[in-house]
């Protein structure tokens, strides 16, 4: 049974996490996380897989709930983009009607998109670089035009939390700098935008960053501190241990 809390929302300066805990089975998937998520930025995390990063993002739109811990100025509008899969080549949609998907929340039964929303779906095709090629069907745009339309899905429905996981799989370089650019664009806005990503050039665009090792915060700071931070841990992890000392696991963060 969980026992996480949601506090009332805190307006826009952020997301406060607090001794954040998920389990699942055996698996400890979070581990007494504490970290601060702020409005305005992007906060990249970063982490080995299996270092919960996933399970951070799906804590966070409301998809798993913790087992225990608080999240302060949790906002109810949370927008989620996952990694593209096969399945969505294969789905008989254009570009344009899979980012009104993002609005059907929104929309009555019948799901008609009015003036107000085709507006926002061209911003949004826009922010990607998409808006020319949303006429053509998923299955026939490439890996990385594909991940931009569900980037657009996630911005249409301007949440106050943004949270993408992987969002420059298997983009190529242009579709990455159209991915950060958007994202910048929609933190400048004052949203909570959180991307966990293994994309290098990604984090250092990011604003902030956190690094996970096994459900833990072992480093948080700038991009390139917590850059650093892990490459210092990959090659601690490399080294032999002397006197069989055992790698510390748990880093002091290097920033706020």
Do not use: F, Y
């Amino acid at each position: 049974m969980s026992t996480a809390s949601a506090l009332p929302t805190s307006g826009s300066t952020g997301i406060r996490v607090t001794d954040l805990v998920v389990r699942r089975g055996d698996v400890t998937a979070l581990d007494a996380l504490d970290c601060e998520l702020p409005a305005g930025v992007v906060t990249a995390v970063v982490g080995g897989n299996g270092s919960g990063k996933s399970t951070l993002l799906e804590v966070l739109a409301g998809i798993v709930a913790p087992t225990t811990g608080a999240m302060a100025g949790l906002p109810d509008a949370r927008a989620l983009v996952v990694q593209r899969t096969g399945g969505d080549d294969r789905l008989p949609l254009t570009g344009r009607q899979a980012v009104e998907m993002g609005l059907w929340r929104e929309l009555g039964p019948l799901r008609r998109v009015g003036p107000h929303g085709r507006r926002r779906v061209d911003a949004a095709l826009d922010a990607v670089g998409m808006r020319g090629e949303a006429h053509r069907q998923l299955g026939a745009m490439s890996g990385g035009q594909r991940q931009r339309v569900l980037v657009a899905q996630g911005l249409v429905q301007d949440a106050p939390l943004l949270l993408l996981d992987e969002p420059a799989a298997a983009a190529d370089v242009d579709a990455r700098d159209r991915i950060d650019a958007a994202l910048a664009e929609r933190a400048w806005q004052g949203a909570v935008v959180v991307v966990a990503t293994h994309d290098r050039a990604s984090l250092a665009r990011a604003d902030r960053a956190l690094l996970l090792d096994r459900g833990r915060l072992v480093a948080a700071g700038s991009p390139a501190e917590v850059a650093v931070a892990q490459a210092a841990r990959a090659a601690a992890a490399l080294a032999p241990q002397a006197g069989g000392a055992p790698v510390d696991e748990r880093m002091t963060s290097t920033g706020a």
